[in-house]
């Protein structure tokens, strides 16, 4: 069974840094093109960042520069470091394999994990 937990989140101050983590089991993540993605309260899910199998990465184009989505291959985790946080940050993040958003609906997402950023 194909399983991504997220962790790492938590309550910053706006500027400043988390490191989000997300650990695979029954699936290879450097096999894989892996990706984040976030949900605000009342909004729909976004993608955010995404790592290829061979290991290119591509951001959403507002995030590019604060978003750096990176993984360790021995421990099969992929990580989400976010810098300068602001408060439209705020909101769920999730990994799991590259979809596209009409796939969402279809999507068994994790419990993500939650981040929120005080102004």
Known sequence: ???FVESGGGLV???GSLR???AASGSTVSNNDMAWYRQALGKQREWVAR???DGITTYARS???RFTISRDN???TVYLQINSLKPEDTATYYCHRMFRSSQFPYVS???GTQV???S
């Open 116 to 118: 929120t950023v005080s």
């Open 13 to 15: 101050q706006a500027g």
């Open 51 to 53: 790592i290829m199998s």
């Open 109 to 111: 997402w994790g419990q």
């Open 20 to 22: 989000l983590s997300c």
């Open 74 to 76: 021995d421990k099969n």
């Open 63 to 65: 995030l590019k520069n």
């Open 1 to 3: 069974q194909v399983q």
